[in-house]
């Protein structure tokens, strides 16, 4: 007799798996075909440039071995980024790295390549010119696939009107080209696509036109490509700035940063939003808050800290959306005589790191208007303060006056409001 139990849960039947739907399948075909033809067809125009026989300036494009690519040496090529690519190098040679964003064809002696670096973009061109560009270097040009990663050396020129289909502008005028890193010929998605407003999309729509928009399960589907988009660089870089700011004024406060522990053996907050896991046969959670560990610092003589760092909360919310997991700006510190101390520094943070990114990082938040329109934000140099019976008595002005609009001049609570403002 054998000693196995027979199993109470059969395996699951092979055939029961989620098999694509008809649509889907179609439409993978389509994308593989689609796939093919722009490979053949970039295939063909590089065979194009070979056939026609050695070009005394070959050694001026071309793609790069990856056995030079493999840190053997060190050139002492001096690199520009497209972001300071500026009028004031005019007539300088500059060399640049960046995706190729966009390819044009002028004929057969002249194209455009419109190169993209962490958001910002330069318009590279191509002249055919005896000593200086072949054809097949132009030709080569144009057999890039978008997003391929491109070396471009070339002379920096103005033109006499603006450029539109850049941020930067001027031009390069371009001298050697190299491709790093070919991509694949066709993307899932398209930058300029993914960088489209709702705005964009609706005005077409209202003209006749129809445009792409990429849904936000594409996006994420290719994050890499969508990460690309000017907005979402700003969005990062903002966030990256916020954290720095708010680390800046504190430590300049006396506040010391500490890293508290995340894996924990009980819940931080109490109630039963807590991911709970096995921890080597132990039971264990993850932090839902620094809170215990900052009151263990201050009790420890630290007097003020702060720490930046992961929360996780298994909340449910209404939506199909949860906010399971976010980056916390924590801060702790003792009370010497009244709690109005914590509200000074609270106040004091908040109007310097909204100034600092009002004045120096306006680009990055006109790039994410641009894509994710917002209203800009107003604030107070002293911020408004109310003791308990004010805010218990503009409720009650407001609940007599059942006017919910505080703009609207007639109201109640608009007065109480100015009287403090």
């Known amino acids: 007799m054998s000693s196995e139990e027979p199993s109470q849960n059969p395996p699951a039947d092979e055939n029961d798996e989620k098999k694509p739907s008809k649509k889907e399948l179609a439409k993978a075909e389509r994308l593989r075909k689609r796939q093919e033809a722009a490979a053949a067809s970039a295939a063909a125009a590089i065979s194009a440039v070979k056939v026609e026989g050695d070009d005394p300036l070959a ?20 690199w520009t980024e497209v972001k300071n690519l500026t009028h004031e190098l005019k007539d300088i040679t500059v060399l640049i790295r960046g995706h190729a964003q966009a390819i044009r064809a002028v004929g057969k002696k002249m194209a455009f390549v419109v190169v993209r670096e962490r958001g910002f973009t330069v318009q590279c061109v191509l002249t055919v010119a005896q000593d200086v560009v072949s054809p097949q ?13 491109v070396d471009i050396e070339g002379v920096v020129s103005v033109p006499s009107q603006s450029i539109t289909g850049a941020t930067q502008q001027v031009e ?54 969508d990460m690309r988009t000017h907005a979402v660089q700003s969005t990062f870089r903002i966030q990256s700035q916020v954290e720095n700011l708010f680390r800046q004024f504190l430590v300049s406060e006396g506040f010391v940063g500490i890293h508290t522990p995340k894996l924990i053996a ?18 264990a959670c993850l ?9 263990m610092a201050i009790c420890g003589d630290f007097g003020r800290v702060f720490e930046v760092g992961p929360v996780f909360r298994a909340e449910d919310s209404f939506t199909h959306r949860h906010l399971c997991e976010f980056v916390g700006l ?21 109007v310097q790191m909204f100034d600092t990114l009002h004045e120096k990082y306006a680009d990055d938040l006109e790039a994410i208007n641009r894509q994710y329109p917002f209203e800009k934000l107003k604030y107070l140099r002293k911020t408004l303060r109310l003791t308990f019976e004010e805010g218990v008595q503009m409720l ?10 505080t703009s609207v001049k007639k109201c109640p609570t608009s007065f109480s409001l100015e009287k403090y403002i």
């Open 59 to 78: 050694a001026n494009y071309g793609d790069i071995p990856l056995k030079d690519l493999q840190s053997k040496e060190i050139s002492g090529k001096k």
């Open 137 to 149: 270097m132009v030709k080569f040009a144009n057999s890039l696939s978008r997003e391929s990663i």
């Open 172 to 225: 390069i005028q371009v001298r050697k080209l190299y491709c790093v890193n070919k991509a694949i010929p066709t993307l899932p998605i398209n930058i300029e696509d993914a960088a489209r407003s709702e705005i964009e999309i609706e005005r077409a729509l209202q003209a006749g036109e129809q445009l792409v928009r990429v849904n936000q399960d594409t996006r994420l589907n290719n994050r890499v490509l």
């Open 266 to 283: 009980g819940s931080s907050e109490g109630g039963s939003a807590v991911f709970r896991l096995d921890y080597k046969g132990t039971p």
């Open 287 to 295: 932090a839902q808050s620094p809170q215990l560990h900052k009151q």
């Open 330 to 350: 924590d801060v702790e510190m003792e009370i010497k005589e009244h709690y109005s101390e914590v509200m000074d520094i609270v106040d004091r943070l908040f």
């Open 396 to 405: 009650k002005v407001r609940r007599k006056s059942k006017c919910c609009d």
